[in-house]
């Protein structure tokens, strides 16, 4: 391959964590040539996920990097001072994790360039990315692309001001090391924040510290080891993870502020990932939110490249997409804040209990605000408008149930029940368009009736 050739690619990621990874796969998969330009990031971390996010994992392609997902492990709770029953949550050493992303780049035969992105622009209709690449002594070399997919998480710079952003939230993160352990987590609220702690295997604790940047006055960065130690001991929670251990060094700052970037996606590029919405570690869904938004920019991107008429939809499908689910979280988030009544007043809890809104998270509705309308959803790989069910609760439509439309099953149901038909007579409706079988057009009528789509 010639180096002028090297320098010119179709679509580039930027980033390989979890959604740059799972994005480059999945496009892979639909037969598009791909590039991922990334350096791994600099410090360890743990964090925790649930069952439903390693099956996210293995949907994306992504088995490698399995091997950093810890069984479950026992969770404990200590919120507004009370225990609440053990739960588990799977630990993933990021370090590792994103190191075995790498493998599975590779396994899927695609092409990483170990190089930190110094910067983006227009070069015509392409885009010119700057990199410096890893050991090449500080030389840039410029490459070019078709289209540009932004996922270098909380790393990425905002091209515009963000959309919605959340109370400024910092977390240190303090590694300690003691004896080999039982793995375990444990989470507690704070007058000022709240503390995750967990324990590896290995010996190695990572004790988390979330808090207001307003309100908190912490000490110059030469006193910050000891000023999180003496936190760490002062919380109830923390001590089984810290007894007979001892802290290595100052702690590392990660932002957690929330954040919604106000454009997601244009003809010839996308964001997707943490550099689109970032959340609330507390709702312990960001590496889920990351896999969403990647696992349906393949289809976005495939639309964009290969039907630009239809270009708008796909634009509109993942923008609508990535602000329902930072809503959707951020409301968790606000609703487990106000549990929190202790310490109400505390500037740390009173700039959070009302954020982002007064929405609760599922909205009531009766079934005469139930419409059926055409919405993009995706569609053998390409987003495509349908005709869906939609409901205060769930804005974007619900497009198939168990594998049927469900706008044709909530017409039909409708329709017969209108013309005063029995109940027998509106399920042999339904039947003849569930292929014939009652008990699936009964288990249709009683999963509408619970949604709320029909009285
Ligand atoms: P990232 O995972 O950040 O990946 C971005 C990649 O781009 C990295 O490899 C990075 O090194 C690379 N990169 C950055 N800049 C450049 C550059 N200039 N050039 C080249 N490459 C670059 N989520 C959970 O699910 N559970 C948790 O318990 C949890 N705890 C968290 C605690 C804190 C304090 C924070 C801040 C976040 C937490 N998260 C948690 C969220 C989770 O870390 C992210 O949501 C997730 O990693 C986002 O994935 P991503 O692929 O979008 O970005």
């Not at 080999?180 to 295997?201: F, N, Q, T």
Request: glycine letters at 8%.
């Amino acid at each position: 391959m010639s180096m002028q050739s090297h320098l010119e690619h179709e679509v580039v990621i930027l980033g390989a964590g979890p959604a740059g990874t799972a994005l480059a796969i999945g496009l892979r998969r639909l037969g598009t040539a791909v590039t991922v330009i990334d350096v791994p990031r600099r410090f360890r971390a743990v964090e925790g996920i649930s069952e439903r996010v390693l099956g996210g994992l293995r949907a994306a392609g992504i088995e490698q990097a399995l091997a950093a997902v810890a069984e479950p492990s026992p969770r404990r709770v200590r919120w507004d001072g009370e225990d609440s029953a053990a739960n588990t949550e799977r630990l993933v050493d990021r370090a590792r994790f994103d190191a075995l992303l790498r493998r599975d780049l590779e396994a899927h035969g695609i092409e990483v360039i170990d190089a930190r992105v110094l910067g983006c622009t227009r070069a015509g209709a392409r885009h010119r990315i700057e990199i410096e690449p890893v050991g090449a002594s500080g030389e840039a070399v410029a490459l070019h692309a078709d289209f540009l997919a932004e996922a270098r998480g909380r790393a990425a710079p905002l091209p515009t001001r963000a959309r919605v952003r959340g109370t400024e939230t910092v977390s240190l993160l303090q590694h300690w090391r003691g004896a080999p352990c039982v793995a375990g987590s444990a989470v507690e609220s704070l007058p000022d924040g709240w503390a995750w702690m967990a324990a590896m295997p290995d010996g190695m604790r990572y004790l988390q510290l979330t808090l207001d940047v307003a309100s908190t006055h912490l000490p110059p960065k030469a006193a910050l080891a000891d000023y999180c130690a003496e936190r760490f001991r002062q919380i109830a929670s923390a001590r089984s993870f810290i007894a007979e251990a001892e802290a290595l060094g100052p702690p590392t700052a990660r932002t957690s502020t929330p954040v919604l970037v106000e454009s997601v996606c244009g003809a010839d590029w996308i964001r997707v990932g943490d550099a689109a919405m970032a959340a609330d570690p507390l709702s312990g869904n960001g590496i889920f939110q990351a896999l969403s938004s990647a696992l349906q920019a393949p289809a976005v991107i495939r639309t964009l490249r290969q039907r630009p008429q239809d270009a708008e939809l796909a634009i509109a499908f993942h923008h609508q997409r990535i602000t329902s689910l930072f809503f959707r979280f951020a409301r968790i988030g606000r609703d487990f804040y106000a549990q929190a009544r202790e310490w109400a007043d505390q500037p740390f809890w009173a700039t959070r209990r009302d954020w982002p809104d007064a929405l609760p998270l599922h909205r009531a509705f009766t079934p005469d605000e139930v419409r059926i309308e055409q919405r993009p959803v995706i569609r053998d790989g390409w987003i495509e408008a349908a005709r869906v069910v939609v409901t205060p609760d769930q804005p974007l439509g619900v497009w198939h149930v168990d594998g049927y439309e469900a706008a044709t099953m909530l017409e039909v149901a409708s329709t017969a029940a209108r013309g005063t038909a029995s109940p027998e007579a509106v399920l042999a409706a339904l039947a003849a368009h569930a292929g014939g079988s009652l008990p699936r057009a009964r288990a249709m009528l009683d999963w509408m009736r619970a949604q709320g789509w029909i009285s």
